[in-house]
């Protein structure tokens, strides 16, 4: 079935709450300054951000500058985390930030040249074992024709594994904003994928007709 070749969400299973709490213990440990817990922290999370900060901003060769602004600004800013939220929330929400703040530079200079697409970084930064890559489905190039705001909602939960609460958290927005847009990525993603496979059958049929 068509559908089955949109990634899933990451399980909210006992494991991932589990880590989670690690990775906030770890965080709060890390302000204290334990050198472990810091390495600790920026490992769990280093992926993440990379992900995230990849299909937000437009310049692959920018993803690895971001995430380390990113774990500069975090680290940083350590003082100021409590651990009333997850940390994993938190270090998105000023990854989040640190994209928003490059924008804002990059506006304020002169643009030397096209950026390169964002697709080549989110690929390099995606797991390799989501459903649709071994199957050849161009994910990238699908969420590629999503709105920003419904790409960001999809890529936060369903591959990254984000809870609604999370997403809405990072994002400054209601839960119900949240979901809306999960789902209407989810709809136009599934929309996409079945016209792709309508032209698929179409062209292999007429490819037969041929011989």
Not at 108 to 121: F, G, K
Request: with cysteine; net charge negative.
């Amino acid at each position: 079935m068509i559908t089955s070749a949109l990634p899933a969400a990451r399980a909210r299973n006992g494991r991932t709450a589990a880590l989670d709490e690690s990775i906030t213990a770890w965080a709060l440990a890390a302000r204290c300054g334990d050198a472990d817990a810091v390495a600790q922290f920026v490992g769990a999370l280093h992926r993440d951000v990379q992900c995230y900060v990849a299909q937000l901003c437009g310049d692959p060769q920018a993803v690895d500058d971001l995430a380390q602004d990113t774990f500069l600004r975090a680290l940083g800013s350590l003082h100021l985390f409590e651990g009333r939220s997850s940390a994993r929330s938190w270090l998105l929400s000023i990854a989040r930030r640190a994209v928003i703040d490059s924008y804002r530079y990059a506006a304020a200079r002169p643009r030397l040249s096209d950026v390169a697409d964002w697709q080549l970084a989110v690929e390099l930064a995606q797991p390799r074992d989501l459903p649709g890559f071994d199957d050849g489905i161009a994910l990238l190039d699908l969420l590629a024709a999503l709105p920003e705001e419904r790409r960001e909602a999809f890529v936060l939960t369903q591959l990254l594994g984000l809870r609604y609460d999370e997403v809405a958290e990072v994002g400054d927005c209601a839960i119900g904003t949240v979901r809306s847009r999960v789902a209407r990525a989810r709809a136009a993603l599934i929309d996409l994928l079945e016209q792709a496979e309508t032209t698929e059958k179409s062209t292999a049929k007429s490819a037969a007709l041929a011989v």
